[in-house]
Nanobody
Framework: QVQLVESGGGLVQPGGSLRLSCASSGFTFSTYAMSWYRQAPGKEREFVALVTTAGGSTNYADSVKGRFTISRDNAKNTVYLQMNSLKPEDTGVYYC?????????????WGQGTQVTVSS
């Protein structure tokens, strides 16, 4: 069974840091690009960061560039999001996403999300 389980969320003050983890199972992790998305209160889900299958390339939303770092450990089937210099506008539910296209078919999976609240 495919599972993506996020952890590491919580309450942090502005300027603080958090590291999110997403542990996966039930699929070949190393063949999937991994991403983080977030959904702030009252807003649509938005892209945050992506890392390619071997970790050789990353992509970030403009709003988090220079503050967030995505990485992966294929030996542990885990993707991470290091979040520094957090701002109140970073508040939201953060979701882990796995995606692959193979033989004309699209495979993608979502985690249940972890809450991040940035507030004093």
């Amino acid at each position: 069974q495919v599972q993506l389980v996020e952890s590491g969320g919580g309450l942090v003050q502005p300027g603080g840091s958090l590291r999110l983890s997403c542990a996966s199972s039930g699929f070949t992790f190393s063949t999937y690009a991994m991403s983080w998305y977030r959904q702030a209160p009252g807003k649509e889900r938005e892209f945050v960061a992506l890392v390619t299958t071997a970790g050789g390339s990353t992509n970030y939303a403009d709003s988090v560039k220079g503050r967030f770092t995505i990485s992966r450990d294929n030996a542990k089937n885990t993707v991470y999001l290091q979040m520094n210099s957090l701002k109140p506008e970073d508040t939201g539910v953060y979701y882990c996403h796995a995606a692959r296209t193979l033989g004309g078919l699209r495979f993608d999976y979502w985690g249940q999300g972890t809450q991040v609240t940035v507030s004093s």
